[in-house]
Protein backbone atom coordinates (compact mmCIF):
# COMPACT_ATOMS: atom_id res chain seq x y z
CA UNK A 1 0.00 0.00 0.00
CA UNK A 2 1.57 3.28 -0.83
CA UNK A 3 0.96 6.51 1.40
CA UNK A 4 2.18 10.33 0.44
CA UNK A 5 2.98 12.83 2.52
CA UNK A 6 0.68 15.95 3.04
CA UNK A 7 1.05 18.80 0.77
CA UNK A 8 -0.83 21.61 0.19
CA UNK A 9 -1.35 25.19 -1.16
CA UNK A 10 -3.88 27.88 -0.85
CA UNK A 11 -4.65 30.27 -4.12
CA UNK A 12 -6.19 34.14 -2.94
CA UNK A 13 -9.06 34.43 -5.15
CA UNK A 14 -10.62 37.54 -6.53
CA UNK A 15 -14.23 37.38 -6.42
CA UNK A 16 -16.03 39.48 -8.82
CA UNK A 17 -19.91 40.31 -7.98
CA UNK A 18 -21.25 42.49 -10.34
CA UNK A 19 -24.75 44.11 -9.91
CA UNK A 20 -26.74 41.61 -12.09
CA UNK A 21 -25.45 38.11 -11.60
CA UNK A 22 -28.80 37.64 -9.49
CA UNK A 23 -30.78 38.97 -12.34
CA UNK A 24 -34.49 36.97 -11.83
CA UNK A 25 -35.06 36.41 -15.68
CA UNK A 26 -32.22 34.24 -16.00
CA UNK A 27 -34.10 31.67 -13.35
CA UNK A 28 -37.17 29.81 -14.51
CA UNK A 29 -39.43 27.07 -13.05
CA UNK A 30 -39.67 24.46 -15.81
CA UNK A 31 -42.00 21.72 -13.27
CA UNK A 32 -43.38 22.14 -9.82
CA UNK A 33 -42.98 18.57 -7.86
CA UNK A 34 -46.39 17.52 -6.28
CA UNK A 35 -45.84 15.15 -3.07
CA UNK A 36 -49.42 13.48 -4.00
CA UNK A 37 -47.45 12.28 -7.22
CA UNK A 38 -43.58 11.71 -7.34
CA UNK A 39 -43.14 11.74 -3.77
CA UNK A 40 -40.44 13.96 -1.54
CA UNK A 41 -37.97 15.48 -4.33
CA UNK A 42 -34.83 13.71 -4.71
CA UNK A 43 -31.33 14.77 -5.12
CA UNK A 44 -30.63 13.44 -8.76
CA UNK A 45 -31.25 14.92 -11.95
CA UNK A 46 -30.52 13.31 -15.55
CA UNK A 47 -31.25 14.33 -18.75
CA UNK A 48 -31.00 12.29 -21.99
CA UNK A 49 -32.04 14.88 -25.02
CA UNK A 50 -30.86 18.15 -23.79
CA UNK A 51 -33.09 19.70 -21.46
CA UNK A 52 -36.66 18.18 -22.86
CA UNK A 53 -37.08 14.73 -21.00
CA UNK A 54 -35.17 14.96 -17.36
CA UNK A 55 -35.52 11.92 -14.93
CA UNK A 56 -35.36 12.06 -11.45
CA UNK A 57 -36.38 10.06 -8.44
CA UNK A 58 -37.48 10.27 -4.87
CA UNK A 59 -37.11 7.39 -2.07
CA UNK A 60 -39.77 5.42 -3.47
CA UNK A 61 -40.42 6.45 -7.08
CA UNK A 62 -38.40 6.74 -10.17
CA UNK A 63 -40.35 9.42 -12.85
CA UNK A 64 -39.44 10.87 -15.98
CA UNK A 65 -40.82 15.06 -16.48
CA UNK A 66 -41.46 15.80 -19.77
CA UNK A 67 -40.91 19.54 -20.01
CA UNK A 68 -42.79 20.55 -23.21
CA UNK A 69 -46.27 19.47 -21.93
CA UNK A 70 -45.37 19.75 -17.71
CA UNK A 71 -46.25 16.30 -16.98
CA UNK A 72 -44.71 13.76 -14.42
CA UNK A 73 -45.23 10.41 -15.19
CA UNK A 74 -43.50 7.48 -12.65
CA UNK A 75 -42.05 4.73 -14.47
CA UNK A 76 -41.09 2.41 -11.66
CA UNK A 77 -41.57 1.70 -7.91
CA UNK A 78 -39.36 0.65 -5.22
CA UNK A 79 -39.88 -3.27 -4.54
CA UNK A 80 -42.31 -3.59 -1.32
CA UNK A 81 -43.48 -6.88 0.30
CA UNK A 82 -45.80 -8.33 2.61
CA UNK A 83 -42.94 -8.59 5.39
CA UNK A 84 -42.01 -4.22 5.40
CA UNK A 85 -38.37 -5.32 6.80
CA UNK A 86 -38.07 -6.39 3.10
CA UNK A 87 -39.04 -2.94 1.55
CA UNK A 88 -36.63 -0.98 -0.29
CA UNK A 89 -35.63 2.40 -1.46
CA UNK A 90 -34.08 4.51 -4.03
CA UNK A 91 -30.09 5.34 -3.09
CA UNK A 92 -28.02 8.05 -4.56
CA UNK A 93 -27.39 9.38 -7.86
CA UNK A 94 -28.62 7.32 -10.90
CA UNK A 95 -25.91 6.97 -13.63
CA UNK A 96 -27.08 7.14 -17.43
CA UNK A 97 -25.54 5.03 -20.14
CA UNK A 98 -22.78 6.14 -22.82
CA UNK A 99 -25.90 5.62 -25.78
CA UNK A 100 -28.31 7.40 -23.15
CA UNK A 101 -30.65 4.48 -23.56
CA UNK A 102 -30.35 2.73 -19.48
CA UNK A 103 -30.09 4.03 -16.29
CA UNK A 104 -28.49 2.27 -13.52
CA UNK A 105 -29.14 2.96 -10.15
CA UNK A 106 -29.05 1.28 -6.25
CA UNK A 107 -31.90 -0.01 -4.55
CA UNK A 108 -31.78 -0.68 -0.56
CA UNK A 109 -33.53 -2.43 2.07
CA UNK A 110 -33.19 -2.98 5.84
CA UNK A 111 -32.17 -6.28 4.83
CA UNK A 112 -31.55 -6.48 1.37
CA UNK A 113 -30.23 -4.19 -1.55
CA UNK A 114 -29.69 -4.34 -5.68
CA UNK A 115 -28.01 -2.64 -8.61
CA UNK A 116 -30.59 -2.74 -11.19
CA UNK A 117 -30.64 -1.71 -14.83
CA UNK A 118 -33.83 0.23 -16.20
CA UNK A 119 -34.53 0.59 -20.60
CA UNK A 120 -35.59 4.34 -20.99
CA UNK A 121 -37.46 2.78 -24.11
CA UNK A 122 -39.75 0.45 -22.17
CA UNK A 123 -38.93 1.27 -18.70
CA UNK A 124 -38.21 -2.28 -17.88
CA UNK A 125 -35.84 -2.61 -14.72
CA UNK A 126 -33.51 -5.39 -15.12
CA UNK A 127 -31.77 -6.86 -11.94
CA UNK A 128 -28.12 -6.94 -12.23
CA UNK A 129 -27.35 -8.21 -8.63
CA UNK A 130 -28.81 -8.90 -5.51
CA UNK A 131 -27.06 -7.91 -1.65
CA UNK A 132 -28.07 -10.98 0.17
CA UNK A 133 -28.42 -11.34 3.65
CA UNK A 134 -26.82 -14.52 3.74
CA UNK A 135 -23.17 -12.67 1.99
CA UNK A 136 -24.04 -9.04 3.39
CA UNK A 137 -21.04 -9.10 5.44
CA UNK A 138 -18.94 -11.00 2.89
CA UNK A 139 -19.35 -8.75 -0.35
CA UNK A 140 -20.64 -5.92 1.32
CA UNK A 141 -24.56 -4.28 2.19
CA UNK A 142 -25.82 -0.68 2.48
CA UNK A 143 -24.65 0.60 -1.61
CA UNK A 144 -24.50 4.16 -1.92
CA UNK A 145 -23.87 6.97 -4.07
CA UNK A 146 -23.52 6.76 -7.54
CA UNK A 147 -22.48 4.06 -10.18
CA UNK A 148 -19.62 4.30 -12.87
CA UNK A 149 -19.74 2.51 -15.97
CA UNK A 150 -17.65 2.08 -18.73
CA UNK A 151 -17.63 3.31 -22.07
CA UNK A 152 -18.78 -0.12 -23.43
CA UNK A 153 -20.86 -0.70 -20.82
CA UNK A 154 -19.80 -4.35 -19.80
CA UNK A 155 -18.12 -2.49 -16.32
CA UNK A 156 -19.99 -1.37 -13.60
CA UNK A 157 -17.76 -0.20 -10.52
CA UNK A 158 -19.58 0.69 -6.95
CA UNK A 159 -19.73 1.24 -3.50
CA UNK A 160 -20.95 -0.19 -0.16
CA UNK A 161 -20.70 1.87 3.37
CA UNK A 162 -20.34 -1.61 4.90
CA UNK A 163 -19.35 -5.19 5.50
CA UNK A 164 -16.59 -6.42 3.61
CA UNK A 165 -14.08 -9.64 4.17
CA UNK A 166 -11.50 -7.55 6.19
CA UNK A 167 -13.49 -5.92 8.51
CA UNK A 168 -16.91 -7.88 8.86
CA UNK A 169 -19.54 -6.49 11.01
CA UNK A 170 -17.94 -3.10 10.48
CA UNK A 171 -18.75 0.18 8.77
CA UNK A 172 -15.61 -0.69 6.87
CA UNK A 173 -17.68 -1.22 3.41
CA UNK A 174 -16.23 -2.14 -0.08
CA UNK A 175 -15.55 -0.63 -3.76
CA UNK A 176 -16.82 -4.03 -6.24
CA UNK A 177 -17.01 -4.28 -10.01
CA UNK A 178 -19.83 -6.39 -12.13
CA UNK A 179 -18.24 -7.54 -15.21
CA UNK A 180 -22.02 -7.59 -18.10
CA UNK A 181 -21.08 -10.48 -20.03
CA UNK A 182 -24.08 -11.09 -22.57
CA UNK A 183 -23.38 -14.61 -22.46
CA UNK A 184 -22.77 -15.50 -19.10
CA UNK A 185 -24.63 -12.68 -16.86
CA UNK A 186 -23.33 -10.18 -14.15
CA UNK A 187 -20.16 -10.94 -12.19
CA UNK A 188 -19.82 -9.32 -8.83
CA UNK A 189 -16.04 -8.88 -7.71
CA UNK A 190 -14.82 -7.37 -4.47
CA UNK A 191 -12.07 -5.18 -5.78
CA UNK A 192 -11.01 -4.14 -2.07
CA UNK A 193 -12.60 -4.08 1.16
CA UNK A 194 -11.93 -1.65 3.89
CA UNK A 195 -10.27 -2.11 6.75
CA UNK A 196 -10.27 1.07 8.76
CA UNK A 197 -6.94 1.95 9.20
CA UNK A 198 -4.81 3.80 6.56
CA UNK A 199 -7.06 2.82 3.97
CA UNK A 200 -10.03 4.54 5.89
CA UNK A 201 -13.50 3.16 6.05
CA UNK A 202 -17.35 4.21 4.51
CA UNK A 203 -17.00 5.10 1.15
CA UNK A 204 -18.85 7.52 0.28
CA UNK A 205 -19.76 6.17 -3.04
CA UNK A 206 -18.71 9.15 -4.99
CA UNK A 207 -16.33 7.46 -7.43
CA UNK A 208 -14.29 8.97 -10.42
CA UNK A 209 -12.97 6.64 -13.99
CA UNK A 210 -10.08 8.03 -15.58
CA UNK A 211 -10.05 9.52 -19.23
CA UNK A 212 -8.71 6.12 -20.50
CA UNK A 213 -10.41 3.55 -17.35
CA UNK A 214 -7.14 2.93 -16.06
CA UNK A 215 -7.95 4.45 -12.94
CA UNK A 216 -10.61 4.86 -10.48
CA UNK A 217 -10.49 7.23 -7.83
CA UNK A 218 -12.90 7.81 -4.96
CA UNK A 219 -13.15 8.94 -1.23
CA UNK A 220 -14.42 7.77 2.16
CA UNK A 221 -15.42 9.63 5.11
CA UNK A 222 -13.46 8.47 7.83
CA UNK A 223 -10.19 6.94 9.09
CA UNK A 224 -7.64 6.48 12.15
CA UNK A 225 -6.39 9.56 13.55
CA UNK A 226 -4.43 11.91 13.74
CA UNK A 227 -6.46 11.76 9.72
CA UNK A 228 -9.86 10.57 11.00
CA UNK A 229 -11.62 12.90 8.02
CA UNK A 230 -11.33 10.52 5.05
CA UNK A 231 -9.09 9.79 2.51
CA UNK A 232 -8.39 9.58 -1.07
CA UNK A 233 -7.53 6.59 -2.49
CA UNK A 234 -7.12 5.33 -6.06
CA UNK A 235 -7.56 1.73 -7.67
CA UNK A 236 -5.08 0.60 -10.44
CA UNK A 237 -8.08 -1.23 -12.86
CA UNK A 238 -6.58 -4.10 -15.77
CA UNK A 239 -7.36 -7.85 -16.22
CA UNK A 240 -5.33 -9.64 -13.30
CA UNK A 241 -7.27 -11.02 -9.88
CA UNK A 242 -5.74 -8.27 -7.44
CA UNK A 243 -5.51 -4.41 -8.63
CA UNK A 244 -3.34 -2.13 -7.23
CA UNK A 245 -5.17 -0.31 -4.04
CA UNK A 246 -2.88 3.31 -3.12
CA UNK A 247 -4.33 5.68 -0.37
CA UNK A 248 -3.47 8.96 -1.79
CA UNK A 249 -3.95 11.35 0.56
CA UNK A 250 -5.87 11.43 4.22
CA UNK A 251 -7.12 14.29 5.58
CA UNK A 252 -7.18 15.96 9.19
CA UNK A 253 -10.31 18.62 9.16
CA UNK A 254 -8.06 21.29 8.82
CA UNK A 255 -8.74 24.42 6.58
CA UNK A 256 -6.89 23.03 3.89
CA UNK A 257 -7.21 19.25 4.46
CA UNK A 258 -10.71 19.54 5.09
CA UNK A 259 -13.42 15.87 4.42
CA UNK A 260 -14.33 15.70 1.04
CA UNK A 261 -17.88 15.36 -0.35
CA UNK A 262 -17.84 15.30 -4.02
CA UNK A 263 -15.32 14.39 -6.94
CA UNK A 264 -14.87 15.69 -10.61
CA UNK A 265 -11.75 15.08 -12.76
CA UNK A 266 -10.52 17.07 -15.38
CA UNK A 267 -10.71 16.35 -18.88
CA UNK A 268 -6.91 15.27 -19.42
CA UNK A 269 -7.29 12.87 -16.39
CA UNK A 270 -4.82 15.31 -14.56
CA UNK A 271 -6.82 16.73 -12.22
CA UNK A 272 -9.40 16.23 -9.38
CA UNK A 273 -11.89 19.34 -8.55
CA UNK A 274 -13.78 18.40 -4.93
CA UNK A 275 -16.11 20.08 -2.53
CA UNK A 276 -16.04 20.10 1.11
CA UNK A 277 -18.96 21.06 3.32
CA UNK A 278 -16.70 21.58 6.85
CA UNK A 279 -15.50 25.31 8.10
CA UNK A 280 -18.51 26.83 5.99
CA UNK A 281 -17.41 25.05 2.45
CA UNK A 282 -14.59 25.33 0.44
CA UNK A 283 -13.78 24.01 -3.49
CA UNK A 284 -10.34 22.22 -3.95
CA UNK A 285 -7.86 21.14 -6.80
CA UNK A 286 -5.91 17.76 -6.27
CA UNK A 287 -2.46 17.56 -8.79
CA UNK A 288 -2.87 13.67 -9.66
CA UNK A 289 0.52 14.31 -11.46
CA UNK A 290 2.98 16.01 -9.05
CA UNK A 291 4.63 14.31 -6.07
CA UNK A 292 1.87 13.72 -2.93
CA UNK A 293 -0.81 14.62 -4.93
CA UNK A 294 -1.01 18.44 -3.67
CA UNK A 295 -4.03 20.31 -2.77
CA UNK A 296 -4.88 23.74 -3.96
CA UNK A 297 -8.24 25.73 -2.20
CA UNK A 298 -9.77 26.91 -5.09
CA UNK A 299 -12.21 29.02 -3.19
CA UNK A 300 -13.11 29.16 0.97
CA UNK A 301 -16.29 29.78 1.72
CA UNK A 302 -17.46 32.24 4.64
CA UNK A 303 -20.70 32.61 7.06
CA UNK A 304 -22.66 35.41 4.95
CA UNK A 305 -25.77 35.89 3.02
CA UNK A 306 -24.11 35.14 -0.46
CA UNK A 307 -23.86 30.97 0.12
CA UNK A 308 -22.23 28.65 2.16
CA UNK A 309 -21.35 24.67 1.91
CA UNK A 310 -20.79 23.59 -1.50
CA UNK A 311 -22.77 20.02 -2.81
CA UNK A 312 -22.25 20.11 -6.56
CA UNK A 313 -20.36 20.43 -9.49
CA UNK A 314 -20.28 20.76 -13.04
CA UNK A 315 -17.02 20.95 -15.41
CA UNK A 316 -17.49 22.88 -18.65
CA UNK A 317 -16.34 20.90 -22.05
CA UNK A 318 -13.44 22.82 -22.96
CA UNK A 319 -12.11 22.40 -18.65
CA UNK A 320 -12.05 25.94 -18.34
CA UNK A 321 -14.74 26.48 -16.03
CA UNK A 322 -16.36 24.78 -13.19
CA UNK A 323 -19.97 25.44 -12.01
CA UNK A 324 -21.47 24.51 -8.93
CA UNK A 325 -24.08 24.84 -6.51
CA UNK A 326 -23.82 26.01 -2.62
CA UNK A 327 -26.80 24.02 -0.08
CA UNK A 328 -27.00 27.28 2.57
CA UNK A 329 -27.16 24.85 5.94
CA UNK A 330 -24.61 25.68 8.17
CA UNK A 331 -23.13 23.08 10.94
CA UNK A 332 -26.54 23.74 13.23
CA UNK A 333 -29.09 23.64 9.75
CA UNK A 334 -29.72 27.31 9.77
CA UNK A 335 -30.96 28.58 6.70
CA UNK A 336 -28.84 30.85 4.33
CA UNK A 337 -29.19 31.79 0.91
CA UNK A 338 -27.79 29.14 -1.74
CA UNK A 339 -26.31 30.02 -4.65
CA UNK A 340 -25.07 29.21 -7.97
CA UNK A 341 -21.46 29.76 -8.81
CA UNK A 342 -18.51 29.38 -11.29
CA UNK A 343 -14.52 29.05 -11.12
CA UNK A 344 -13.09 30.19 -13.86
CA UNK A 345 -9.62 27.79 -13.99
CA UNK A 346 -7.26 30.38 -14.88
CA UNK A 347 -3.64 30.48 -13.64
CA UNK A 348 -5.10 32.69 -11.07
CA UNK A 349 -8.83 31.09 -10.70
CA UNK A 350 -11.71 33.58 -10.01
CA UNK A 351 -14.85 32.74 -7.99
CA UNK A 352 -18.30 34.56 -9.07
CA UNK A 353 -21.55 34.28 -8.06
CA UNK A 354 -24.27 33.89 -10.75
CA UNK A 355 -27.20 33.45 -8.79
CA UNK A 356 -28.58 34.13 -5.21
CA UNK A 357 -31.83 32.02 -4.49
CA UNK A 358 -34.40 34.19 -2.62
CA UNK A 359 -35.28 32.24 0.48
CA UNK A 360 -37.92 34.81 1.34
CA UNK A 361 -39.82 34.81 -2.34
CA UNK A 362 -42.02 31.20 -2.02
CA UNK A 363 -43.06 30.29 -5.55
CA UNK A 364 -39.18 30.81 -6.19
CA UNK A 365 -37.03 27.57 -6.09
CA UNK A 366 -35.40 27.14 -2.66
CA UNK A 367 -33.26 24.56 -1.46
CA UNK A 368 -31.32 23.79 -4.56
CA UNK A 369 -29.49 19.98 -4.08
CA UNK A 370 -28.03 19.30 -7.93
CA UNK A 371 -27.60 20.80 -11.17
CA UNK A 372 -26.76 19.68 -14.62
CA UNK A 373 -24.99 21.33 -17.78
CA UNK A 374 -26.82 21.17 -21.16
CA UNK A 375 -24.79 20.08 -23.93
CA UNK A 376 -25.00 23.48 -25.77
CA UNK A 377 -23.46 24.72 -22.72
CA UNK A 378 -26.11 27.62 -22.40
CA UNK A 379 -27.99 26.91 -19.71
CA UNK A 380 -28.23 25.00 -16.34
CA UNK A 381 -30.94 22.34 -14.94
CA UNK A 382 -31.34 21.73 -11.38
CA UNK A 383 -33.26 20.19 -8.99
CA UNK A 384 -34.75 22.39 -5.73
CA UNK A 385 -36.42 20.63 -2.80
CA UNK A 386 -38.63 23.75 -1.73
CA UNK A 387 -40.41 26.49 -3.30
CA UNK A 388 -42.58 26.07 -7.28
CA UNK A 389 -46.60 25.55 -6.92
CA UNK A 390 -46.82 23.24 -4.22
CA UNK A 391 -43.79 24.35 -1.80
CA UNK A 392 -42.71 20.83 -2.59
CA UNK A 393 -39.68 21.70 -4.94
CA UNK A 394 -38.54 22.61 -8.62
CA UNK A 395 -37.06 21.55 -12.01
CA UNK A 396 -35.46 24.83 -12.48
CA UNK A 397 -33.77 26.14 -15.58
CA UNK A 398 -30.96 28.97 -15.38
CA UNK A 399 -29.86 30.47 -18.30
CA UNK A 400 -25.58 31.71 -18.66
CA UNK A 401 -27.27 33.79 -21.19
CA UNK A 402 -27.74 37.15 -19.99
Avoid: W
Avoid at 107 to 113: A, I, L, R, Y
Amino acid sequence: MKHSLIASTHILLFSLVSSGYCSSNQLSTLYSFDSYGEGRTGTNLITNNNGLTFYSHSDFHIFKINTLSGSSTVIQNANTYPNPDKNSSFSGNFTLSQDKNYMYGVENGFVSGSIFKLDLDNNNKELIHEFDLRERFEEGYDGVGTLVITQNQQKLYGATESGGLIHARSKGGVIYQITMDPDLGPTYKILHAFSGQEDGRTPNGVLVLSPDEHYLYGITTYANEPNYCGTLFRITLDESENQFFETLRSFDCSQDQPRLNTLLMSKDGNKLYATSTDNYGSVLQIELNKPNYPTTVLHRFTRNTQGQHPIDLVLSQDGQTLFGLTSGLDSKHYHYPANIFKISLTDEPVYSILYIFDENLQPTPRGARKITLNTREDSLYGISEYGGKYGNGTLFKFSLKR
